[in-house]
């Protein structure tokens, strides 16, 4: 299952256009994350993440994938080579 899906809190837009997704990390750290509706439902029926959501980040697509934070995803692996 999606972390974002299964452990944050969502709210749709009074114009039902929207969907802003609330929660914690894996490690406990806030996230909000604001997509549109049509394209969480184009990811939660298998279209790739990165193809449903291209206007968010690396990172935000993550937390809503595993749970992983920015913050985790450097501790575990070291960050990126640009750092």
């Avoid at 490690?27 to 939660?44: E, H, I, Q, S, Y």
């Avoid at 193809?51 to 990172?59: E, G, K, N």
Wanted: aromatic residues 8%; hydrophobic residues 35%; contains cysteine.
């Amino acid at each position: 299952m999606r972390y974002a899906i299964a452990n944050c809190t969502k709210t749709v837009s009074e114009d039902g256009q929207d969907l802003t997704m609330t929660g914690d990390s894996l490690d406990g750290r806030p996230f909000t994350v604001k997509v549109k509706l049509a394209d969480m439902n184009r990811w939660l029926n298998g279209e790739m993440i990165q193809v449903a959501f291209p206007y968010l980040s690396a990172d935000e697509r993550e937390v809503c994938m595993t749970g992983i934070d920015s913050v985790a995803w450097d501790d575990m692996f070291g960050g990126s080579d640009d750092d």
